[in-house]
């Protein structure tokens, strides 16, 4: 039994794992970790790769999302699919939905996609600061996110792209980003929320969530599905979500009692009215 440190990325993992199976080790033969265990100190192999091998691009795409998982057997699993892809003559493993080593892959890629949509909704940036002129007046904002799975790395692109007018830091225990208008930069998580105050920014947030809110379209069912109550504590309109739910059958209400507006002229159209008097 072999001993083998994964490192905490799909990067580190997909070097040990290539000079590995360039070796010909076989799964079995392996202990992923990253601690000293029972079989002395987890190594990394330095083997450069002597032979050049490919994966389907699917495989690839698998691997760097159930990488982000916590499950500390994800490392074990992936090197198992990949020597089966490689050595073992599956070519089209991944194509095999109802295979053991496939389904729970499948099932750990969806976790992590799912962490990531739900970052991606639930991420609420507070304004802390703003620089002086050296920094070019710009502000800085932050925010604090509590995800299952390593996922920072691979969903803070989508702040990058969307805020990248403004300096922000997402901060969460399983690892931190920080945006400064040119680079993106990783550092470790930390253990607690470090801004606790306030800002105008909720209220604005307060405000939008308010209007956009439709009773006539409430359900509590689905919406706790997809806005799970523990997400609840870190949002700031989420103390409106009961008095919002505890009003919309009065809403609704009036909405239906409300008299019919009436109904908006027929623009003047010189081709319309010709259609019409076809």
Request: glycine residues 6%.
């Given at each position: 039994m072999r001993s083998v440190d994964p490192g905490a990325s799909y990067a580190s993992w997909r070097e040990i794992a290539r000079s590995l199976i360039d070796e010909g080790v076989p799964p079995?033969?392996?202990?992923?970790?990253?601690?000293?265990?029972?079989?002395?100190?987890?190594?990394?192999?330095?083997?450069?790769?002597?032979?050049?091998?490919?994966?389907?691009?699917?495989?690839?795409?698998?691997?760097?999302?159930?990488?982000?998982?916590?499950?500390?057997?994800?490392?074990?699993?992936?090197?198992?699919?990949?020597?089966?892809?490689t050595h073992g003559g599956e070519r089209h493993l991944l194509a095999i939905a109802s295979d053991p080593d496939v389904a729970k892959a499948r099932i750990l890629e969806k976790n992590v996609r799912r962490e990531i949509h739900k970052m991606h909704a639930f991420v609420r940036f507070k304004l802390v600061e703003v620089e002086g002129e050296a920094a070019g007046g710009r502000e800085?904002?932050?925010?604090?996110?509590?995800?299952?799975?390593?996922?920072?790395?691979?969903?803070?692109?989508?702040?990058?792209?969307?805020?990248?007018?403004?300096?922000?830091?997402?901060?969460?225990?399983?690892?931190?980003?920080?945006?400064?208008?040119?680079?993106?930069?990783?550092?470790?998580?930390?253990?607690?929320?470090p801004v606790e105050d306030p800002d105008a920014l909720e209220a604005a947030w307060r405000t939008y969530y308010r209007s956009i809110f439709n009773p006539a379209r409430l359900k509590v069912k689905a919406m706790q599905a997809e806005m799970p109550k523990r997400y609840w504590k870190n949002l700031p309109e989420a103390?409106?979500?009961?008095?919002?739910?505890?009003?919309?059958?009065?809403?609704?209400?009036?909405?239906?009692?409300?008299?019919?507006?009436?109904?908006?002229?027929?623009?003047?159209?010189?081709?319309l009215d010709k259609l019409k008097n076809l």
């Open positions: 079995g033969e392996l202990l992923w970790e990253a601690d000293i265990g029972l079989f002395g100190p987890a190594v990394r192999s330095k083997m450069p790769p002597q032979k050049v091998f490919s994966v389907p691009k699917e495989f690839l795409d698998l691997a760097q999302n159930v990488a982000c998982h916590n499950e500390p057997m994800r490392w074990a699993l992936l090197y198992q699919i990949l020597w089966r892809i800085r904002y932050v925010a604090w996110f509590e995800p299952d799975h390593f996922i920072v790395e691979a969903g803070t692109p989508f702040f990058r792209n969307r805020f990248a007018n403004m300096d922000w830091s997402i901060f969460t225990p399983k690892g931190c980003a920080h945006w400064d208008g040119e680079f993106l930069t990783f550092t470790a998580g930390i253990a607690r929320n103390d409106l979500i009961e008095e919002l739910i505890g009003s919309s059958t009065r809403r609704t209400s009036e909405m239906l009692a409300a008299d019919l507006r009436p109904a908006k002229p027929q623009p003047k159209n010189a081709y």
